[in-house]
């Protein structure tokens, strides 16, 4: 017996968490970290195709559109961001160009082979569009 008049023994898992809370702890966080690292580069792409789609509108005004889609195809190589021609759509206007990015961030878990997704929920939609 302690001071308190209790006797001092182990019940059970009220004291602290279960083994198998823990366990399912680490799992529910290592689910949260996989999708984090297939979707959180694509989010950082999606604010590189927006600074690069503001640079087109701003400083590259003023270029041809073949010379314009030179330095869009340097820059997407050089950060090594893979687009389709309707991704990143360049159409000249009177005073400059007009820029319309579409790009799709896939919201899905990995866990093997395996791709688990929420339905309704597959992708999310980044779209976004300036000129000059």
Avoid at 71 to 87: A, D, H, I, M, N
């Amino acid at each position: 017996m302690n001071g308190s008049g209790r006797t001092s023994r182990w019940v059970g898992p009220a004291g602290g968490f279960s083994f198998v809370t823990v366990l399912f702890l680490i799992g529910l966080a290592g689910a949260f970290f996989s999708m984090a690292a297939n979707t959180l580069p694509k989010i950082y792409e999606c604010f590189l195709l927006r600074e690069l789609a503001d640079r087109v509108v701003k400083e590259y005004a003023q270029l041809p559109l073949e010379e314009v889609q030179r330095r869009v195809k340097f820059e997407l190589g050089r950060s090594r961001v893979p687009l389709s021609p309707e991704t990143f759509k360049i159409l000249p206007i009177g005073h400059g160009y007009r820029v319309t990015v579409h790009y799709f961030v896939p919201l899905e878990l990995r866990i093997g082979d395996r791709t688990f997704i929420l339905d309704g929920h597959e992708q999310w939609a980044f779209v976004y569009e300036t000129e000059s």
